[in-house]
């Protein structure tokens, strides 16, 4: 019986190796084709002439949707040191927007929930920064594109609310990287008629979202290898690894949905420990 445990065990050792060499030939055939188009030189970002690179792009998506401007280039500076994180350089990915199951483009892989979870590929940052508006157009979001578009402290406080970040210190981050570097100052505000306008047709595309939101938001290979998977009863059992945003973004919920299901007050949790999930 203890042998053929150990041979399980090889066999599954073994099979993550391979995984891992897979990612590893995947993540270097990206760089590769990133250094050609680079020339083998690639712009080196300060947070000045990152603002400077990409506010442009931030302003267009805030006045198409009403995500402020400074709320964009606060998340991409610290998301993406300032565009100099090898997720950027290589995958043109700013926001560490994971693949999903409708997702065609290319993949690249690191360690970041889960070992070597997908994260999506982009032809430029350009689309990385349109993605991110397409990211927050779904339910658990809905709440702040009713705040007007030069609110950014109160965008600051809702991301963190509707679980976008567990550090319960992301929404000082965000306001204080907004304020020492005045990104503010990028953002508009909108007349009465704008906002109702806007509103209308952003609350439009996110009810269009919400019955394929499973598919366009949760992360694929989830649940990780060796998870118990969801019971019947709705309860999911924890295992070595697990996080409760990690738990969260796997079925779907916000931590702070997570924590209110278990009557949770902290972010620690036990392994074996048992969660409402549903």
């Given at each position: 019986m ?5 041979c ?10 391979c ?6 030939k995947?993540n270097k055939?990206i760089?590769k084709?990133?250094n050609?188009?680079n020339?083998?030189?690639y712009?080196?970002?300060n947070?000045?002439?990152?603002i400077?690179?990409?506010k442009g792009v931030?302003?267009?998506?805030m ?5 402020p401007?400074s709320i964009?280039?606060?998340q991409?500076i ?7 994180s090898?997720l950027a ?7 560490g927007?994971?693949c999903t199951?409708?997702w ?13 979870d ?5 032809k430029?940052a350009?689309?990385?920064f349109?993605d991110?508006?397409e ?10 594109f ?5 609110d950014y402290?109160?965008w600051?406080?809702?991301l ?11 929404p000082?981050l965000l306001?204080n990287?907004?304020?020492k570097?005045q990104l503010n ?7 009465e008629?704008?906002k ?8 439009n595309e ?6 394929l939101?499973k598919?366009k938001?949760?992360p ?5 290898p060796?998870?118990?998977p969801?019971t019947?009863?709705?309860?999911y ?14 079925f779907n ?7 209110m299901?278990?009557n949770?007050?902290t972010?620690?949790i036990?392994?074996?420990?048992v969660?409402?999930?549903?």
């Amino acid at each position: 019986m203890k042998s053929k445990y150990l041979c399980l065990a090889l066999i599954v050792v073994l099979f993550s190796a391979c995984k891992t060499r897979q990612y590893s030939k995947n993540n270097k055939q990206i760089e590769k084709a990133a250094n050609k188009a680079n020339n083998n030189t690639y712009k080196s970002y300060n947070t000045l002439s990152y603002i400077e690179e990409f506010k442009g792009v931030a302003i267009e998506e805030m006045n198409a949707y009403g995500i402020p401007a400074s709320i964009t280039l606060a998340q991409g500076i610290l998301e993406s040191g300032s565009g100099n994180s090898d997720l950027a350089k290589y995958a043109n990915n700013h926001f560490g927007i994971k693949c999903t199951s409708d997702w065609k483009g290319k993949n690249y892989f690191r360690d970041d929930d889960q070992k070597n979870d997908c994260f999506r590929v982009y032809k430029d940052a350009r689309e990385s920064f349109k993605d991110h508006s397409e990211f927050l157009k779904r339910k658990r979001y809905s709440f702040l594109f009713q705040l007007d578009k030069n609110d950014y402290k109160s965008w600051a406080q809702g991301l963190k609310t509707a679980g976008y970040a567990t550090n319960p210190k992301y929404p000082d981050l965000l306001i204080n990287t907004i304020e020492k570097y005045q990104l503010n100052q990028y953002d508009q505000s909108e007349s009465e008629k704008q906002k109702i306008a806007r509103e209308d047709r952003v609350f439009n595309e996110i009810n269009e979202n919400i019955p394929l939101e499973k598919k366009k938001f949760t992360p694929v290979e989830t649940p990780p290898p060796g998870a118990k998977p969801i019971t019947a009863d709705g309860t999911y059992t924890v295992i070595k690894g697990d996080t409760l945003y990690n738990i969260s973004k796997r079925f779907n919920l916000s931590v702070d949905e997570l924590k209110m299901l278990n009557n949770i007050t902290t972010d620690g949790i036990k392994l074996g420990q048992v969660l409402k999930v549903k």
